[in-house]
């Protein structure tokens, strides 16, 4: 049992400065200003500072790979290395991503995911799947293999479904394409999220989408069709439609600081979602890797393939928060509502995540004030620390 006292806590309807956590089974026990804190016996106290901000613990709902490994290796051992290096990062949650490849290559790394489900690793929690291509759009193939591409199949996705024991939460796609809309509805009845994605849709073909349930767009203004004076495409749609939540990596590599500033108010922070779409360069030098069977060259930052397309990113989640603020002027509970609420609420279940409030999991990451990561808890064991902090 942890008492985490005397920082900066962003709780679910209020900021406590300065606050305190009680964690308790895994739970969040009680929350509240240090005036109000009185010290359990059985409990251990955490002391940390004003300076320090206490924020729910974040959601990736896009990360391909970290710290060496990617969801598409088929082995436990790179979720469970993924999960330990997100952790470190302030990440408490995430869903790997598949990659485009061939139907054998996504169904044994859907299997080793749905074992990996029922075996769950240390550090960051595997909160399903999430399925990015081969539903996509030759036309805006960013990283993913065209000669894997395939018309949108409901028959195919409910193959996939099986072999990945129910887990798959989450659909890139471009619903332009034939089938596209039939199943955005299908994902939709079945509590699966279809995301527009590698998508050349013109604005009314998004509208449409939405009518069919998409309520998602897949790293905004990346391999989509982007805006222009006279057809605003799938960035204008996703932009102006309400009904959609938008990725956005926030490296300043894969999308301006400036249009990122424009999304963020045309948005809001209620309609934004914080990803790193990270590969499994993560945490590790320059050189060259691999993603969905292609070398990707990764140097000071930025990730490409030969041809200099963009192949993901290095990015992590508590970069992404110091890169928001700066490019935006967001404030950390803006911060909370892109990297926690937002993500919780879109996979249904923020009453359990995505906030710090009685009852809820014990999801918490406490950044100093230049966006380092001094602590991390994920379901109320403390699954990283820095030196020196508590």
């Known amino acids: ?25 895994g739970k969040v026990a009680e929350v509240g ?9 059985g409990f251990v106290e955490l002391k940390l500072s004003q300076t320090i901000e206490l924020i729910p613990g974040m959601i990736d709902m896009h990360i391909h790979g970290a710290g060496g490994a990617d969801a598409m290796d088929s082995e436990e051992e790179a979720l469970a290395a993924m999960a330990n290096q997100l952790v470190q ?3 408490t949650s995430f869903l790997p991503t598949t ?40 036309k805006r193939a960013g990283a993913q293999l065209p000669t894997h591409f395939l018309k949108p199949d409901i028959a195919l996705f409910e193959q996939w479904q099986e072999k990945a024991g129910g887990a798959i939460k989450l659909v890139t796609m471009a619903p332009e394409l034939e089938g596209g809309m039939e199943l ?12 527009i994605g590698h998508s050349d849709a013109l604005f009314s073909d998004g509208e449409r989408a939405a009518n069919h349930g998409v309520c998602q767009a897949t790293h905004l203004f990346n391999g989509m069709r982007g805006l222009h004076h006279r057809e605003a495409g799938t960035a204008g749609f996703a932009l102006l439609d309400p009904r959609i939540k938008c990725e ?39 050189g060259v890797y691999d993603l969905g069977g292609q070398d990707v060259y990764v140097k000071d930052g930025k990730a490409e393939l030969e041809n200099g397309s963009l192949a993901g990113s290095v990015l992590k989640m508590n970069e992404a928060v110091q890169n928001m603020k700066r490019f935006t002027g967001c404030s950390m509970e ?35 004030k230049d966006g380092d990561v001094v602590l991390t808890i994920c379901r109320g064991k403390i699954a990283y620390q820095k030196g020196g902090w508590a």
């Open 89 to 91: 990062e302030g990440t």
């Open 184 to 195: 955005a509805d299908h994902l939709t009845n079945t509590g699966v999220i279809p995301s």
């Open 334 to 368: 803006d911060i909370v509502q892109m990297a926690s609420v937002n993500p919780a609420k879109q996979l249904n279940i923020f009453d359990r995540k995505g906030s710090i409030k009685p009852g809820k999991d014990a999801d918490l990451t406490a950044l100093s």
């Open 33 to 41: 200003p240090m005036e109000k804190f009185q010290m359990h016996s």
């Open 99 to 138: 990659m485009t490849s061939d139907t054998q290559s996504i169904e044994k790394a859907l299997s080793n995911l749905a074992v990996c489900m029922s075996r769950p690793p240390k550090g960051a929690e595997i909160l399903g799947i999430h399925v990015e291509g081969p539903f996509l759009s030759p």
């Open 248 to 286: 956005i990596i926030a490296d300043g590599v894969h999308v301006a600081p400036e249009m990122i500033l424009l999304a963020y108010r045309l948005k809001g922070p209620e309609g934004m979602i914080m990803i790193t779409d990270s590969m499994r360069a993560k945490g590790l030098e320059n």
């Open 1 to 25: 049992m942890l008492a985490i006292t005397h920082a900066t806590v962003y709780a679910e309807f209020e900021t406590f400065r300065p606050g305190y956590v009680l964690v308790k089974e």
